[in-house]
């Protein structure tokens, strides 16, 4: 077997982490605040990080709520918000834990289809209209994963048009929103609400994580939520772990309020960009049947093999492991459907790589048709 | 209002914390394992504390999962072996936490009564023998929260006995076990069972944590269980958070691995044993009427008052707050009940406090009877 090159997880490769600011960050976290960190803390997160947070995205502190990660904080959500047999729309495809999420807790899962621009809002309008009177719609506005489409100005206003109108909130799960390396940024739909991220009536549920412009091993994320809802959620969060790790938030907090977290995302942001053309480049040249979008942030691309022809992305996968190459199947991000398609994560392969790694998927693509 | 004395909290005071040796281990665990530290990792817990884990108890390692603190790992165990409905045992007196977690999944609380020597296992007995079929019986066996008693030698073996018998599982919460100041260690129970701790079919699932041992701050927890059990709960621990705290649990693991550990320790139960001595001396001077058993370790001793007196614990917190001194009633560590008895923690007040503490203490509870 040649030497393992994997697309399947969404994580940044080790080398392109500071772990040297990291470490001073750790140095200065316990050194200026040893009471902090290392006692139990609450449920609503290390208080200066909670603050760094609530100014960032300019609300007042008590809208914010920080998680042991941000899959923690969309399972808070979700426990909640979401009581079995309650209607949520999810994007088609969508993050695979989402939906296992969502079913583990009965919901009916009504999935909308993605376009390049994000959520197909005439179609989730439509279903509105026939009917659908959903809890929640979950997106994944920016870099969508596995989709890797970025919702489009426009089509946040009617998103959020649509659920005044029909009464549901919006959970929107933006981990990828600072890691863009091309194109425009467009405004969080936190910062689109009517009254403004302040709004105490939002129906914006906002969750971010620093595991993709700070580290995945923090395990620090976070929701920006009406205060109402924080409040409910973090007797939950106590009920559940009394608190997340205040070491781990500790220095996050100094790591990101110090000056060596601007150049470490860029560093980030660079690489990923470099992994990105280098993979859309090769796609071209060794899969040139598949059909793409290309990134202009994040971690992912979604790829489409054409349909009709028999692809199965089980057995493109089981293949392109037997070339030391690992993938997400389709058929994980759909409830149904998903066959000729697969996710390939470019955040952990290195540069140099890449180009190799494509040319195994492509034998693979090509064995697996058998 | 005079300065605030907190015997409420079951947290060590800060200045017992060896923050220095904390900040030395994450400066070691972030030179030596960089990518182990920053990556997500798996549910499982960071491989080499699961490791040390393991060692500790001598069992393989397959048989151990870290968590985001101990509730964390109450709170999975619950929600994979608990449904509605389910008779549970608990201690009575009990943690207020996990009544409020089994209650709030629906089990049906069975409490038995707690003796100076630890649960009553001649009620249990009679109990299990008039039908009561608990899918679990939940114990803290030494230095019980809120009750302070340990459970004798002769009275885990009968538990252990009557688990066998009446087919339960037997939850050893222990997080207390390694504060031990005073008196004779006894052994677990996850190591009295059959087979001994590495019986795969073993009936006893242990939880214990860092917190007591090297901070809060951490949250670091962990469970001991049969293997199949432990992959199922790792498989829920995926799905709601991916991993606990690589940082966290890489700064623990160094910290313990090293030389300033068993100190840092020995610091802590010296602390704690003086606090407990004076704390002791406090009750028996200012409140004489108080009967309490005297700690051999842990961080706290539950005070009860003469019954028909008619003392009310909430009465006597809120003219205890008045006099700036905080204590936890009686009442919340039971379904019904403890109107003359409250919980004092000792962990977090400094030596030259406790007396002051409990002199203010003294008033409250004659102010209360109005």
């Known amino acids: 077997m040649p030497d393992v090159i994997s697309f399947s997880r969404g994580a940044p490769s080790a080398d392109i982490v500071d772990v040297e600011g990291l470490k001073l960050a750790a140095i200065e976290a316990f050194d200026t605040d040893p009471a902090g960190l290392t006692g139990y803390g609450t449920s609503i997160g290390y208080v200066p990080l909670r603050r760094w947070i609530a100014e960032k995205h300019g609300v007042p502190e008590d809208h914010v709520l920080v998680t042991n990660g941000s899959m923690q904080a969309d399972a808070f959500l979700f426990d909640e918000l979401i009581s079995s047999g309650d209607a ?96 425009e940024t467009l405004p969080r739909m936190l910062d689109l609400q009517d009254g403004g991220a302040a709004a105490t009536d939002g129906r914006i549920v906002y969750a971010c994580s620093f595991s993709k412009t700070v580290c995945p091993g923090v395990r620090v994320g976070y929701l920006v939520g009406p205060p109402a809802l924080i409040k409910r959620i973090a007797t939950r969060a106590t009920n559940t772990y009394i608190a997340p790790s205040q070491v781990a938030q500790g220095i996050v907090h100094r790591f990101v309020s110090g000056e060596r977290f601007a150049p470490a995302l860029e560093t980030v942001k660079a690489a990923l960009a470099d992994r990105a053309t280098r993979l859309g480049a090769a796609l071209k040249e060794h899969l040139p049947q598949a059909r793409f979008v290309q990134p202009e942030g994040g971690y992912f691309l979604w790829v489409e093999l054409p349909e009709g022809e028999g692809h199965d992305s089980a057995r493109i996968a089981a293949a392109a492991a037997e070339r030391g190459v690992q993938i997400v199947k389709g058929t994980d991000f759909l409830v149904e459907g998903g066959e000729n398609a697969f996710r390939l994560a470019y955040s952990a392969v290195h540069a140099d790589r890449v180009d190799e790694g494509v040319r195994r998927l492509a034998e693979a693509v090509a064995a697996a048709r058998g």
Request: hydrophobic share 40%; proline share 6%.
């Open 88 to 183: 949520v729309v999810v994007e088609r495809p969508t993050y695979d834990r989402t939906l296992l999420g969502l079913t583990a807790r009965g919901a009916h899962v009504r999935l909308i289809g993605l376009e390049p621009d994000g959520i197909d809002v005439s179609e989730l309008r439509r279903e509105l209209e026939a009917g659908l009177r959903p809890r929640l719609a979950h997106v994944i506005p920016t870099f969508q994963n596995p989709g890797g489409s970025t919702l489009s100005l426009a089509k946040r206003r009617e998103l959020l048009a649509l659920a005044e109108e029909f009464d549901f909130v919006v959970f929107e799960d933006d981990p990828y929103y600072d890691v863009r390396f091309t194109g």
